[in-house]
């Protein structure tokens, strides 16, 4: 629990003493059959509809079902922006998770135990404070031998609710809409379980805990995870076809669109595998309303051929990368930042493309829209690098105005005088394509190709026409730069140390300035969501810093800087940019960034780097 | 968080930069069937005697016969020598890559039911590297004329084996002769589930036309192979299926059923250069007509409601 509130004691009545928190750090450890995420989605949900706490959350999925799955939820009264470094508090239901994460938590934290199942070690009774609850039998006496294991995550529930003070009506509302439609008996046994968890005598836990209130949020909030995020974005966004192959953790994205998009009158077909799935999205936005495609790890680099050709012809695509940790089959359900380079530069031939990536759950909504959008009006494919981690993390953000935000995309089918796709005197050499079905009263009707072509689309070898059309893909994306606006630092623009993170590294470099200038270091962040092309303005923001460290989730490669490093240093030339890099296929904690950009600026100034 | 880039301002609908008078749109009953003049594009590339002219030249007669206009034609191929044939059609048309047509038609198909959707192709696009492609899109029935214009050999790339070169033939690759055991078309076609399945030659023009009429009127995946003699790689390949050269064209036995599989199966089975015609045809629901089927359950539910209500319920859930 933050350092702030161990002297903010306030009396609690009888029983327990009340100590007064900003935020909590909870790590959740049982098996995936146990419904420990619904514990994740219920108490994201109260964050939703809470004006005090905000809270954010992140999950492991485990690989095998029925196996060892763990969430953390970090609940808190300011902005969260990671999901904590070190637990707080371990709540265990079996030896193993307790074994397995004791570690996860700071010292003299709290290990709150199913007694059933779990026999604590002396040797760490004595660094962390451990409380045994007998979750297991105490719900079998409240609901009876059946229910047992559907009543053990709301029992926790109610457990947390009490330590933590949250607030009861909300969450019994919660439950009651969780489980209607459902037989009368399962709301009521989740209820008893719930109100049997909160009314447990915890005399022997010291303290209770209770958050300080935080600055109001105004208007509604939705929840939900980065995957939701991102599909109804592209549905907002006036997306109507989509064509997918399942791979973890993009296949989220593909069942919604399944299931959604049939109620907007439009379709996602599961193909044989990814070439068809984005030669279909391909066709489709030929056919005039700009289509989605997905993928992640391998099933991204079968995609790169096609895109080259939706470079090639300049046709407008969103591919949706949620990147996991390659090569190869690699880790399907970690985290990892290490598809930069195939989205930017994978496929042969110089084949420009836009790539962005976005910051946070609620980014993925508006980044969906906004690659809708550069796609139309560039005439181009985009790619939206998103991760594992905000795919599967739950948040609560403002509600969008949808009245406003939802667009008609759908194709105009006006006859025409005449047209030439690849214009060469097109305004910024922009290429605009006609819907089939649309009438060209000169009778010469466009051809979309992959060939080298005329302006018309028909094949040439002409080198001259080579040199221009490759410069007029690549001249509009020059002018989509310099659209964009040049991004703010977090913190002063001056200082020592400037750390410059790229798509979900936002939440971590942000807290990571805050921590480090609590402490006194010179450090500013710079976060990018526009990859390829990058805004301008990029330079002189690094003229304020001795070092510009670049924090992602990939491999420093052969020279000492990851993926993003390598194109600010093939863009700005500058040696002081230097990479934080690992590869364990986990989020960043704070105190890792700090520790790392510290003794890096030191080997530095000692010429040791 | 607060750091959102705004939301890209929101566009008009897609048009054209061209920005002349646009003349009235003639009324369909009153245009006539486009000439060859007004269909023909680009001067074709293939070598002089290639039976892809032929081809080219039926497609032309199909689409007067027809009366399909202009913009309703849409012509998409992968690659190879016959792949090229979108620029010699006067139409809109797509050029993809190697083997991956049928997906970007089945594309076009689904999204786009109002259009004519032909795909034209050559034996190493559909049946090697395109091979998974045809077997889904057949099964799945996606509404489409597929037309494969089979010499037995890769052209483009001058002569190498093919999945449909017979054992035997000395390609740049099998010097000694093809060893591997030839694809069946038809065959793959019938079990692969294609409900329209029909064999021509492209040296007999008016069977050629009666097989793309009643493809094109067929309600579904509807395939043609069409042997198309390479005479630069492979010349004379098909002279036993030409009576002009001494061959015998042989049409489907009398009272053929076309809806028996096994029947099908069995004359696609005869030693070459077997039967010309309609092997099979069945109708089932198209992918297209199952697609639409969701939808309309689907906007059931959600009847009268704009697009932005329909989201909104959505999030009303996710509070
Ligand atoms: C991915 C890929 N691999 C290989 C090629 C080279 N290639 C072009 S056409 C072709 C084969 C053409 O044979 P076929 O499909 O029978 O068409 P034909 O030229 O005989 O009409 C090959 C191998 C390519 N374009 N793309
Ligand atoms: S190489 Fe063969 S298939 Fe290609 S154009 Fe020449 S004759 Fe036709
Ligand atoms: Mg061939």
């Known amino acids: 629990m933050s350092d702030t509130t161990t002297a903010a004691v306030s009396g609690g009545g009888s029983g327990p003493k009340l100590t007064k928190i900003n935020e909590a750090v909870i790590r959740i450890a049982g098996n ?7 514990i994740g989605g219920f108490l994201a949900r109260l964050a939703g509809r809470s004006e005090q706490e905000v809270m954010t959350f992140m999950t492991i999925p485990s690989t095998i079902s029925g196996g060892p799955s763990i969430f953390q939820v970090r609940i808190g009264s300011g902005e969260v922006l990671s999901a904590g470094d070190e637990a707080d508090m371990l709540l265990c239901f079996y030896q193993h998770s307790y074994e397995d994460h004791i570690k996860s938590i700071k010292l003299g934290g709290i290990v709150l135990y199913d007694s059933d199942h779990v026999t604590p070690k002396p040797e760490w009774q004595e660094t962390y404070r451990h409380v045994g609850v007998a979750i297991s039998s105490l719900v079998v006496e409240a609901i009876g031998g059946t229910g047992r294991d559907k009543g053990k995550n709301i029992y926790a529930m109610g457990l947390l609710a009490k330590i933590y003070d949250l607030n009861v009506p909300k969450l019994t509302k919660l439950i009651e809409e969780r489980f209607t439609g459902k037989d009368t008996s399962v709301v009521a046994n989740a209820l008893t379980c719930f109100n049997a968890g909160y009314s447990h005598s915890l005399e022997n836990l010291l303290k209770t805990y209770q958050f300080y209130p935080a600055e109001g949020k105004t208007g509604s909030q939705v929840v939900m995870n980065g995957n939701e995020a991102l599909t109804f974005g592209l549905i907002a966004a006036g997306v109507r076809f989509g064509a997918g192959y399942p791979i973890t953790p993009w296949s989220d994205i593909m069942e919604s669109l399944r299931r959604e998009l049939p109620k ?21 936005s030929y056919g005039g309303r700009v289509a989605v495609t997905g993928s992640s790890g391998p099933g991204i680099s079968l995609k790169t051929e096609a895109l080259g050709w939706a470079s090639m012809a300049e046709m407008p695509l969103v591919v949706v990368d949620v990147q996991r940790g390659g090569p190869s089959t690699g880790m399907p359900t970690n985290v990892e930042q290490s598809d930069l380079n195939i989205a930017c530069f994978g496929g042969h031939g110089d084949s420009p493309r836009v790539v962005l990536a976005p910051a946070s759950v609620e980014d993925c909504f508006y980044t969906a829209i906004e690659a809708v959008n550069i796609a139309r009006k560039y005439s181009t494919p985009v790619i939206i690098l998103t991760d594992q981690g905000i795919a599967t993390r739950i948040e609560a953000f403002p509600e969008p105005d949808l009245a406003k935000i939802c667009q008609d ?31 060209v009263a000169s009778g010469k009707y466009p051809i979309a190709t992959g060939l080298e072509h ?73 976060h990018l969501k526009h990859i390829n092309p990058l805004p301008n303005g990029l330079g002189e923001i690094f003229k304020g810093f001795h070092h510009v460290f670049v924090v992602e989730l990939n491999d420093e490669g052969l020279y000492g800087y990851g993926q993003f490093a390598q194109v600010l240093r093939a863009r700005y030339a500058d040696p002081k940019i230097r990479g934080i890099n690992k590869s364990d296929g986990l989020t960043w904690k704070i105190k890792e960034i700090l520790d790392r950009a510290r003794t890096l600026a030191d080997a530095v100034q000692q010429g040791k780097a | ?49 290639c039976g892809d002219f032929s081809v080219l030249a039926l497609y032309f007669k199909l689409i007067e016969k027809r009366k399909i206009w202009h913009e309703k034609i849409t012509t998409i191929a992968g690659i190879g020598c016959s792949s090229r044939f979108p620029y010699f059609v006067q139409a809109h048309g797509a050029h993809f890559i190697h083997g991956r047509a049928l997906p970007f038609a089945s594309g076009v198909s689904l999204s786009r039911p109002d259009l004519h959707v032909f795909v034209f192709g050559g034996d190493g696009d559909a049946f090697s590297i395109g091979g998974n492609h045809f077997n889904h899109t057949a099964r799945k029935n996606i509404k489409m004329t597929y037309c494969v214009m089979d010499n037995f050999v890769y052209g483009l790339t001058k002569k190498q084996t093919s999945p449909t070169s017979p054992i035997g033939f000395k390609s740049k690759t099998d010097t000694w002769g093809a060893v591997d055991q030839p694809i069946n078309p038809m065959k793959q076609a019938v079990s692969a589930g294609a409900t329209f399945v029909a064999r021509t030659s492209a040296t007999n023009p008016n069977h050629v036309l009666a097989m793309m009429e009643a493809a094109m009127d067929h309600d579904g995946f509807s395939f043609i192979e069409c042997l198309s003699e390479c005479v630069e790689f492979f010349p004379g390949a098909f002279d036993a299926s030409n009576p002009r050269k001494g061959g015998k064209f042989e049409n489907m036995p009398e009272g053929h059923d076309v809806t028996d599989e096994l029947a099908a199966y069995k004359l696609a089975g005869e030693p070459f250069p077997g039967r010309f015609g309609i092997f099979y045809k069945v109708n089932r629901p198209t992918k297209n007509a199952l697609e639409a089927g969701i939808n309309t359950a689907a906007q059931a539910k959600v009847a009268g409601k704009k697009d932005w209500e329909i989201l909104q319920a959505t999030f009303n859930r996710m509070k």
């Not at chain 2, 301002?9 to 008078?21: C, I, Q």
């Not at chain 2, 594009?41 to 002089?48: E, F, M, V, Y």
Request: hydrophobic share 35%; charged share 20%.
């Open chain 1, 32 to 38: 995936s059959q146990d419904g420990i995420q619904a």
């Open chain 1, 264 to 284: 907007y009158g439009g379709m996602f077909i599961q193909t044989e595998d990814e070439i068809s799935a984005i030669s279909m999205a391909i066709g489709a």
């Open chain 1, 409 to 439: 995309i759908s194709p105009d089918f006006t006859t025409v005088a005449e047209h030439k796709p690849y214009d060469l005197s097109a305004p910024d050499g922009i290429t605009r394509h006609l819907a089939p079905g649309t009438r």
């Open chain 1, 454 to 526: 005329d302006e018309l689309g028909h094949p040439t070898g002409s080198p001259k026409l080579h040199m221009q059309m490759t410069a007029k893909r690549r001249n509009k994306l020059k002018k989509l730069g310099t659209d964009l606006p040049t991004p703010k630092t977090i913190g002063p623009n001056e200082g020592q140390i400037l750390l410059v993170g790229w798509g979900s590294a936002l939440g971590p470099i942000t807290e990571a300035v805050t921590r480090g200038r609590s402490v006194g270091d010179a450090i500013s962040g710079l």
């Open chain 2, 1 to 49: 968080m607060s750091t959102l880039t705004v939301p890209f301002e929101s566009l008009a609908r897609t048009t054209s930069t061209v920005n002349l008078p646009v003349p009235a749109p003639i009324a369909d009953a009153d245009r006539k069937g486009l000439t060859k003049k007004e269909t023909a594009a680009d001067h074709p590339t293939w070598c002089p005697g």
